[in-house]
């Protein structure tokens, strides 16, 4: 089993950065895929980013595209999503997601284990 805790949301203004970071337990970090979604109000957890285990290939939603970088510590079994020229519409739950598959995936369905989520408000 693999516990994940989000960290680092927090209230910016718009054209802000910030650097979120998700700490993993287990021994098996390095083998997993890691994503991060997002969750605004009332609407259905969407795709934000993610990263291979091996390569660090990634992959990200065309919302976030230069603007966002994701990247993984393995030493610190921590991955980290650095937001960068924030926007109102990006202000959601932004949730770690893990999962053993071969590339970056952006499906949900692709991840067995999930953080609690951390907030980020983006205001104009």
């Known amino acids: 089993q693999v516990q994940l805790v989000e960290s680092g949301g927090g209230l910016v203004q718009a054209g802000g950065s910030l650097r979120l970071s998700c700490a993993a337990s287990?021994?098996?970090?390095?083998?997993?895929?890691m994503a991060w979604f997002r969750q605004a109000s009332g609407l259905e957890r969407e795709f934000v980013a993610a990263i291979a285990w091996i390569g660090s290939n990634t992959n990200y939603a065309d919302a976030v595209k230069g603007r966002f970088t994701i990247s993984r510590d393995n030493a610190k079994n921590t991955v980290y999503l650095q937001m960068n020229s924030l926007k109102p519409e990006d202000t959601a739950v932004y949730y770690c997601?893990?999962?053993?598959?071969?590339?970056?995936?952006?499906?949900?369905?692709?991840?067995?284990?999930w953080g609690q989520g951390t907030q980020v408000t983006v205001s104009s």
């Open positions: 287990g021994r098996t970090f390095s083998t997993y895929a």
């Open positions: 997601g893990a999962g053993l598959l071969r590339d970056a995936g952006s499906s949900r369905y692709e991840y067995d284990y």
